[in-house]
């Protein structure tokens, strides 16, 4: 069973950054990609930012591109999303995932396995 462990989350001020890191307890050899969802009170889980395993292509919410840059490590079995320029908007409880299929990485119901989340709070 393949767990995944987020770090990285915290309070900080409008317009700061933040990095999260999400480690995999196993091999993600057979990985197909990784995202970054999130959740606010109140609101459905949302794509973020997913990056291809193999060839590293990544993809972007609208919301947060030019903002966040989501990137890999191989060798470590680690993901990472790089937040600047934080908006209070962007609070929320964010969660790594691991697809293990061909599909839209902006579907969730299309990843295998989740994190147990990272809050992140922006003050304005």
């Known amino acids: 069973q393949v767990q995944l462990v987020e770090s990285g989350g915290g309070l900080v001020q409008a317009g700061g950054s933040l990095r999260l890191s999400c480690a995999a307890s196993q091999t993600t050899f057979r990985t197909y990609a990784m995202g970054w969802f999130r959740q606010a009170p109140g609101k459905e889980r949302e794509f973020v930012a997913g990056?291809?395993?193999?060839?590293?292509?990544?993809y972007y919410a609208d919301s947060v591109k030019g903002r966040f840059t989501i990137s890999r490590d191989n060798a470590k079995d680690t993901v990472y999303l790089q937040m600047n320029s934080l908006k209070p908007e962007d609070t929320a409880t964010y969660y790594c995932?691991?697809?293990?299929?061909?599909?839209?990485?902006?579907?969730?119901?299309?990843?295998?396995?989740w994190g147990q989340g990272t809050q992140v709070t922006v003050s304005s």
């Open positions: 995932a691991e697809k293990k299929t061909r599909g839209p990485m902006i579907q969730s119901g299309g990843y295998d396995y």
């Open positions: 990056i291809s395993w193999s060839d590293g292509n990544t």
